[in-house]
Nanobody, 123 residues
Framework: QVQLVESGGGLVQAGGSLRLSCAAS????????LGWFRQAPGKEREFVAG????????VPADSVKGRFTISRDNAQNTVYLQMNSLKPEDTAVYYC????????????????WGQGTQVTVSS
């Protein structure tokens, strides 16, 4: 049974930082790309960043470029999202998801999803 479990969300002031983690089990982690998505109330799920199976390719969304960094540790079966210079518009539930080998911005192409972690940025 595949499980993706996010952690690290919380309440932070604008300009602050958070580091999200997503621990995976039940899949051959090193063969999967990972993506971070977010969804704010009343909005569609949005791609945030993705990383390829071997970590050599990372793709941030334009809205987070220069502020967020995605990374992975295949020995720990974990993917991270370092979020700096947070803004109130970053407030959302953040999800990690997996798909084979290479990342994609299309959430429909991901096979497995975590339950999400809330990030709230106050102004």
């Amino acid at each position: 049974q595949v499980q993706l479990v996010e952690s690290g969300g919380g309440l932070v002031q604008a300009g602050g930082s958070l580091r999200l983690s997503c621990a995976a089990s039940g899949l051959r982690f090193s063969r999967y790309a990972l993506g971070w998505f977010r969804q704010a109330p009343g909005k569609e799920r949005e791609f945030v960043a993705g990383i390829s199976w071997n970590g050599e390719s990372t793709v941030p969304a334009d809205s987070v470029k220069g502020r967020f960094t995605i990374s992975r540790d295949n020995a720990q079966n974990t993917v991270y999202l370092q979020m700096n210079s947070l803004k109130p518009e970053d407030t959302a539930v953040y999800y990690c998801a997996s798909r084979a080998y290479y990342t994609s911005a299309d959430p429909r192409s991901y096979n497995y999803w975590g339950q999400g972690t809330q990030v709230t940025v106050s102004s």
